[in-house]
């Protein structure tokens, strides 16, 4: 009898603990298994009624300025997806993660949303150091990338979907109408030093002398997040070029302007034509440092047309009146809509099957703020250039449309 | 340089030269701070930048609340920020010394590690009140703009605001440190802390007080700087590898020294950003640095206090 109790009370003391042991692996399987159930895909996060995707920008640091607008756009586009029925029946799952303007930290934290979270689909990234960070884990780990961002092109990736303009789509057509509207013959690059910039004056700067006959009589490149720029001003006003050529990113933008006005640089004075400036950059440089100089995008908030207006008053509503749209935001803005037509088309998540519908060239987005865009089947947009001139309220009055533009990542003669 | 008329190149040198003294300005106001408190007190305060942004953000709500309730008072609004600004972070920075620094006096390394996490909390407060994006106050008319001084030179009125008020710091704190007798506690405290609270000097009270003064200069420098650049959560990271430069350059414990490496610093990194471009001038300016500390590691002014 003794024995008995002495052996239950032992038993049970081991039973305890394993239970205890089991308990959290218990929480995990359970978890785990919800997830695990395939729909249409294998190993992707997607159940019988939801979808995960990822979205990966900067929440901090120096980009942070940039970015806050594209992920509120993406998170918008989600929402208005959700609210009319989802993709395939399914409700689409967020999981946010920062790249905190740090490349390596976009490297990390894609490997963490493919492996980890073994989401559908990615949108994230803004610099082009981000995304070439990013880049080699998506192809491996054969995941699927909405970027946003205006870039310098001459990339092509299976595994990226390209939603801004490649160079030749807004450099070249800003710098045709500079130098025919101005009649602009000489020219002074100035950018922020990352691989961005830079090859972007590459492509300007063959374009200035081959195509338009022209002269750079400057390049200059400083670092990202320098605040200085006494010196570069004073090269500048030595050289006396017709236009300024300029892609300052991030909160250096906001001290490149304020010194230019200071040292009493003006539109009055000199054009200056800047690829990195967008409404969002404007709500920190201030109207009234930029009034009457030029940005080349796709998108302007102030365009007039009733996609757009629709899309403005949803933002407004969703991020508050404060809000504005830039370029990058509104591209932002198409990602979940072009992944929602490609997966609608091929029938599943699985990435490589909404690739190739991707690529067959007849997605089409006939909602979309700017108008209409159209996906190439070299994975970026048909899209049309404009040129914004900045008025002091911070907002853009469009002074010249392109037509529709064929994406063309890789041009001849400029490499 | 062919090319160019005499006026011309004189105008740029003119303006170049301004140029330099302009950034002179700039870092002497950033180091200024922190050479106080690592000078005289021998911590390493990691938060520096941060007590700067604290300044910023000062002057950014500042400018708002006027802005929205007492729009006439938008021209004069900017010097009182100042002084609220210096006002803020030095309280802040009182505070700091109060609860953190105090405790870890006699263990310099742990100092380091402390005010690290405090720049770490205070950037997360930052972003969590503020928000992620850079925000720029209005600045008042008169601070925008150029002075032409010939047809060819202008002169930014910023940078010479700026210039003005960190002469006035400067002045400010050599009258403290070695004409009030405040500032003769202060060195006597740093010269021999035992003897020192002998005589009857409160040596804990003194230590607070130069901490939350070079706060308070640093939150001064925040104010000054919006008026050159935006201010987010982070901006103190992008001053505090500068204005360490500075101090150490200059020698830890002499506030000449810091004077001195600023000028130099500025004048080399201006000069050079105009004959190369602005990321090689960087490296050339650091390069030499470095050098020059392998010969001299006390830096320019060697500190003169009795080990």
Not at chain 1, 228 to 252: E, M
Not at chain 1, 306 to 328: L, Q, T
Not at chain 1, 340 to 353: I, L, P, Q, S, Y
Request: hydrophobic share 45%; net charge neutral.
């Amino acid at each position: 009898m003794s024995d008995k109790s002495d052996n239950q009370r032992s038993w049970g003391r081991r039973k305890v603990v394993r239970a205890l042991g089991a308990l959290p692996l218990g929480i995990i399987l359970a978890s785990q298994l919800s997830w695990a159930a395939p729909a249409t895909t294998t190993g992707q996060a997607v159940t019988e009624d939801t979808v995960t995707v990822g979205i990966l920008h900067s929440l901090t640091g120096t980009m942070a300025i940039s970015e806050t607008g594209a992920q509120e756009a993406e998170k918008l586009a989600i929402k208005q997806i959700n609210e009319s029925g989802g993709i395939l029946g399914r409700q689409i799952k967020i999981i946010q993660e920062d790249g905190a303007s740090d490349w390596p930290t976009f490297a990390e934290k894609s490997r963490k949303l493919l492996v980890n979270d073994k989401v559908a689909a990615v949108f994230g990234c803004w610099t082009s150091a981000s995304r070439k960070a990013a880049l080699p884990v998506f192809e491996k780990e054969n995941g699927l990338l909405y970027y946003p961002t205006f870039y310098e092109g001459l990339e092509q990736s299976k595994n990226v979907i390209y939603t801004g303009q490649e160079a030749t789509q807004q450099i070249l057509d800003g710098l045709n109408w500079v130098a025919k509207e101005k009649g602009a013959k000489t020219f002074y690059l100035i950018g922020s030093d990352y691989i961005w910039p830079r090859t972007s004056m590459k492509i300007a700067r063959k374009h200035i002398e081959n195509v338009l006959g022209g002269k750079v009589v400057g390049e200059e490149y400083k670092p990202l997040g320098d605040t200085q720029f006494g010196s570069v001003i004073n090269k500048i006003r030595l050289k006396k070029p017709d236009v300024i050529y300029a892609a300052v990113v991030g909160g250096s933008n906001v001290a490149w302007f304020k010194q230019l006005k200071a040292a009493g640089i003006n539109s009055k004075k000199q054009t200056l034509l800047t690829i990195s400036v967008t409404e969002d950059e404007v709500l920190g440089i201030g109207g009234e440092n930029l009034e009457g100089f030029y940005s080349i995008m796709k998108y302007f908030q102030s365009q007039d047309n009733a996609n757009n207006v629709a899309f403005v008053k949803a933002f407004k509503e969703m991020w508050g009146d404060d809000s504005v749209i830039g370029d990058v935001t509104q591209a932002a803005y198409l990602g979940p809509w072009l992944w929602k037509a490609a997966v609608e088309k091929a029938g599943t998540f699985d990435v490589d099957a909404v690739v190739k519908a991707s690529e067959e060239g007849d997605i089409e987005l006939t909602t979309a703020p700017e108008g209409y865009v159209k996906l190439h089947p070299n994975h970026h947009l048909w899209s049309k250039a404009r040129v914004g001139m900045w008025k002091k309220d911070g907002q853009a009055e469009v002074v010249y449309t392109s037509e529709l533009l064929e994406p063309d990542p890789f041009p001849e003669g400029y490499q | 340089m062919g090319g160019y008329s005499y006026d011309e190149l004189g105008a740029i040198f003119a303006m170049q030269g301004f140029a330099g003294i302009s950034l002179f300005s700039v870092l002497l106001l950033m180091a200024l701070g922190l050479a106080i408190i690592f000078g005289q007190m021998g911590v390493i305060n990691m938060a520096h930048g941060e007590f700067m942004a604290a300044g910023a953000y000062t002057t950014y709500l500042i400018s708002s609340l006027t802005e929205t309730y007492i729009p006439a008072f938008m021209p004069y609004y900017f010097v009182f920020s100042i002084a609220a600004a210096f006002l803020v972070a030095g309280t802040l920075g009182y505070l700091a010394e109060f609860i953190l620094i105090r405790h870890l006096y006699k263990r310099p390394l742990d100092t380091l590690l402390a005010t690290w996490g405090l720049s770490l909390i205070m950037q997360q407060s930052y972003r969590s009140i503020f928000g992620a994006r850079e925000v720029s106050p209005t600045l008042p008319d008169w601070l925008m703009g150029a002075y032409p001084a010939t047809d060819m030179i202008d002169i930014p009125i910023n940078g010479m605001f700026v210039l003005g008020l960190t002469i006035f710091t400067t002045l400010a704190v050599f009258y403290l440190m070695f004409k009030s007798s405040w500032g003769l506690r202060v060195r006597a405290t740093t010269q021999n802390r035992v003897m020192a609270g002998a005589v009857g000097i409160n040596t804990k009270k003194i230590d607070r007080y130069t901490f939350a003064l070079g706060c308070g200069i640093a939150g001064m420098a925040g104010a000054a700087f919006t008026t050159i650049a935006s201010t987010g959560p982070t901006t103190g990271t992008l001053y505090i590898v500068d204005t360490f430069m500075v101090v150490v350059f200059g020698g830890a414990a002499s506030l000449f020294g810091t004077i001195a490496s600023a000028f130099s610093i500025a004048q080399a990194q201006s000069i050079l950003e105009f004959f190369i471009s602005g990321s090689m001038a960087k490296v050339f300016t650091l390069l030499t640095l470095v050098i020059i500390l392998m010969f001299k590691p006390e830096g320019l002014f060697a500190s003169k206090v009795r080990r």
